[in-house]
């Protein structure tokens, strides 16, 4: 079944502990996306990658890091989370080019940083 | 890209046609409409999107007016399952970040 998974699906955390959210899809998609939703701010794009070796920042990527090293993989990192990143995160990826260019989202994050 | 307007909340029958509205009077000529939607605190899903014509696949169907300042999404037999924030988003196609920017969307609620 063609899908983006994204691990873990909850995560609790303390301020400065990094860590990790991974991302995976099967798709051989070139393009991935990492998002956060806030209420009230909808959904904000942090990073992107058109491909492999290939990150570049989105509307808020303060505070995160990111790595493409195979297609597959795009893993979030949080080096020193803090509590203003306690959020939903969503993981997408997408084909380039296509006629029907549509975007695939895991299921998302809950992160709470105390 | 283009702002969109959408009303925040409607209800429909179970097993009637849901008909869910979009404004989008600043659109451009290269600009698509793209509908997701998201269910509860899933990711979003994709619908469906078109440039100028009508499109339907399996999931629904998208009218989009002459002057392409608005557009419809319909949901031919709405289920209990399609109870959802729809986003109706308005985007370039381009060779650039590919950025989504949902707004508010429309909460429907589907009644039994």
């Known amino acids: 079944e063609a899908q983006v998974t994204q691990n873990p699906r909850y995560l609790i955390t303390v301020t400065g502990k990094k860590l990790t959210v991974t991302c995976s899809q099967n798709m051989n998609h070139e393009y991935m996306s990492w998002y956060r939703q806030d209420p009230g701010l909808g959904l904000r794009q942090i990073y992107y990658s058109m491909n492999v070796e290939v990150t570049d920042k989105g509307d808020v990527p303060e505070g995160y890091k990111v790595s493409r090293k195979e297609k597959r993989n795009f893993p979030l990192i949080l080096e020193s989370p803090s509590p203003n990143q306690t959020s939903l995160y969503f993981c997408?990826?997408?084909?380039?080019?296509?006629?029907?260019?549509?975007?695939?989202f895991g299921s998302g994050t809950q992160l709470s940083v105390l | 890209d283009a702002k969109t307007t959408q009303p925040p909340s409607m209800d429909c029958a179970e097993g009637r046609a849901a008909n869910l509205p979009c404004n989008h009077s600043t659109i451009s000529g290269n600009e698509y409409v793209y509908w997701y939607r998201q269910i509860h605190s899933q990711g979003p899903q994709y619908i469906i999107h078109g440039l100028k014509n009508n499109e339907t696949n399996e999931m629904a169907s998208l009218i989009i007016t002459e002057d392409r300042k608005s557009s419809t999404l319909i949901l031919p037999h709405a289920t209990l399952r399609d109870t959802a924030v729809y986003y109706c988003?308005?985007?370039?196609?381009?060779?650039?970040?590919?950025?989504?920017?949902f707004g508010s969307g429309t909460r429907l609620q589907v009644q039994p």
């Open positions: 988003i308005v985007r370039k196609r381009d060779t650039g970040r590919r950025a989504l920017t």
């Open positions: 997408a990826s997408s084909l380039l080019g296509a006629t029907n260019e549509k975007l695939f």
